[in-house]
C-alpha cells in the first residue's frame, strides 16, 4: 500500500484544504479530542518540546502545545500535501515529511537532545502495520507518551473490513483491554487513562446529527420513517446507558504513558 499517496488523497483530509465548511468542522472533531488528551495529563508536569507523528495539518499538535505552553513543536506525516497546509497555518513550527524510521535516525543530529519530552500519537496507532514495533520506536526516541486511540471493537464494526481496503486505512481494531496491552507489551507504564465517546459532546454530536439528516433526508419515506426510528433510539441509548452504548458504538482511549526505558 503507498500509504503517502493515500493520506495525499484522504477524504477528510482533502476537505480541509477544499472546502471552508468541512475545515471548520473537522476543528472542532480535534478540539474535541484534545480536550480529552489534556485530562489525562499531569498537573505536575512540564515539557519543553513535543513531537506529534501523523502531525496532518499541525492543528492538534498546536492546540495541545498553546495549552501547556510548549514553545518547541515538531510534527512529522508521511502526507506531503498535509505537511505543505501545516508549514503555511504554523510558520513557527517545525515540520517534516516522512517516516517515523527515517525520521528517528536524524534526531541526534538536528535536535540538542537525544529524547523529545513528550511524543503525540493521536488516530495513527491504527494505520500502522505493526504496532508494537512502532510502539517500541516511539518508547525509544521519548519519555511520555499522550496517546488517543480508536476503540472500533464494537457490534456497530463487526463486519468491517479492516486492513488496507478499509476507507479510513485503519488496519485493525481495538477494545480497551486490547489498547492497555498494546502499550504495556511495548514498555509503557500507563500514567491516566480514560475513555470518552465524541458524540457525548454535544458540538460533535450536533455535526454529526446534520451530516445524519442529509443522509436519511435522500432516502425514500418509507426508509426515512426507519431510519428516523432507528436514530432516535440510538440516541436515548446514549443518554441513558453510556456503558451499552460503547459496546455499541465504540469510543476513544486517552491516556498519558511513561516509558520504562
Known amino acids: 500500500m503507498d500509504f503517502r499517496k ?21 476543528i472542532i472533531k ?42 518547541k513543536r515538531i510534527g512529522l506525516d508521511i502526507s506531503e500535501e498535509n505537511i505543505k497546509v501545516a ?33 503525540l500519537l493521536s488516530d495513527i496507532v491504527e494505520h500502522i502495520p505493526c504496532d508494537k514495533e512502532f510502539m517500541e520506536m516511539v518508547r525509544n526516541i521519548t519519555s511520555y507518551v499522550l496517546i488517543n486511540l480508536p476503540l472500533e471493537k464494537c457490534y456497530k464494526n463487526k463486519h468491517r473490513q479492516y486492513g488496507e481496503n478499509d476507507h479510513s486505512g485503519h488496519l485493525r481494531c481495538y477494545d480497551s483491554k486490547m489498547a492497555e496491552n498494546l502499550v504495556s507489551s511495548a514498555g509503557f507504564e500507563i500514567v491516566r487513562s480514560s475513555i470518552s465517546n465524541a458524540l457525548t459532546d454535544k458540538i460533535y454530536f450536533d455535526i454529526y446529527q446534520k451530516d445524519r439528516r442529509k443522509r436519511v433526508n435522500k432516502k425514500p419515506l418509507h426508509l426515512r420513517l426507519f431510519w428516523t426510528i432507528f436514530y432516535f433510539t440510538e440516541d436515548k441509548i446514549k443518554l441513558f446507558n453510556k456503558g451499552i452504548y460503547e459496546k455499541i458504538y465504540g469510543a476513544n482511549y486517552f491516556a498519558l504513558l511513561k516509558s520504562k526505558i
Do not use: H
Open 30 to 71: 480535534v478540539n474535541w479530542k484534545a480536550e480529552q488528551i489534556l485530562k489525562v495529563i499531569r498537573g505536575d508536569l512540564e515539557f519543553n518540546n513535543i513531537l506529534e507523528i501523523g502531525c496532518a495539518m499541525g492543528i492538534l499538535l498546536n492546540i495541545i502545545s498553546d495549552k501547556l505552553s510548549i514553545r
Open 87 to 119: 508549514k503555511e497555518l504554523y510558520p513557527e513550527s517545525t515540520f517534516y515529511q516522512g517516516t517515523l524510521e527515517k525520521f528517528a535516525e536524524k534526531i541526534p543530529n538536528i535536535f540538542p537532545f537525544k529524547k523529545f519530552d513528550v511524543v
Open 6 to 26: 493515500f493520506y495525499d488523497e484522504q477524504r477528510e483530509y482533502t476537505a480541509f484544504r477544499n472546502d471552508p465548511e468541512k475545515r471548520e468542522e473537522y
